[in-house]
């Protein structure tokens, strides 16, 4: 089991750095890309897959960007890591082990990793990040430097 894919953690950075910052205006994914240190080319496709699962909200115009589409407490990381799979099977060869004892295996371990993630929601993490003053880190690194 491969764990967590690098798609999957940059969207649930991308979701908590939402519901930290998307108070009272949307944030804008370029506001992300600096804040997380990503091109923005690999950060917008994620974010516009979180928008079509329900999990953020896109805002059009001049002061637009993304918000939570849903309360913090209502959205799971697992369905985070959902709506950025990939919906490729990775399970190996088509060979009849793997199809028969390998390929389910990797399934079950797979459901039971994501019936864990459910378990945690964006308010546990976003209660994490602010005991531990993220959003306070994040402005002191910022360089105003010409």
């Given at each position: 089991?491969?764990?967590?894919?690098?798609?999957?953690?940059?969207?649930?950075?991308?979701?908590?750095?939402?519901?930290?910052?998307?108070?009272?205006?949307?944030?804008?994914?370029?506001?992300?890309?600096?804040?997380?240190?990503?091109?923005?080319?690999?950060?917008?496709?994620?974010?516009?897959?979180?928008?079509?699962?329900?999990?953020?909200?896109?805002?059009?115009?001049?002061?637009?960007?993304y918000t939570l589409a849903r309360e913090r407490r209502r959205i799971a990381v697992g369905d985070i890591v959902r709506a950025v799979a990939s919906d490729e099977e990775c399970y190996g060869s088509t060979s009849p082990l793997n199809e028969a004892v390998v390929?389910?295996?990797?399934?079950?371990?797979?459901?039971?990793?994501?019936?864990?993630?459910?378990?945690?929601?964006?308010?546990?993490?976003?209660?994490?990040?602010?005991?531990?003053?993220?959003?306070?880190?994040?402005?002191?690194?910022?360089?105003?430097?010409?």
């Amino acid at each position: 089991m491969k764990g967590f894919s690098r798609k999957a953690v940059l969207a649930i950075e991308a979701v908590i750095d939402v519901a930290l910052h998307a108070q009272p205006d949307p944030v804008q994914a370029r506001e992300i890309t600096k804040r997380q240190g990503v091109p923005q080319r690999h950060l917008e496709p994620v974010m516009q897959q979180l928008a079509r699962a329900g999990i953020l909200r896109g805002v059009r115009g001049p002061k637009g960007g993304y918000t939570l589409a849903r309360e913090r407490r209502r959205i799971a990381v697992g369905d985070i890591v959902r709506a950025v799979a990939s919906d490729e099977e990775c399970y190996g060869s088509t060979s009849p082990l793997n199809e028969a004892v390998v390929a389910p295996f990797c399934a079950a371990q797979e459901e039971a990793f994501l019936k864990t993630l459910d378990d945690t929601t964006i308010e546990d993490l976003w209660r994490e990040a602010r005991a531990k003053r993220v959003t306070q880190q994040i402005e002191d690194r910022r360089d105003f430097t010409i």
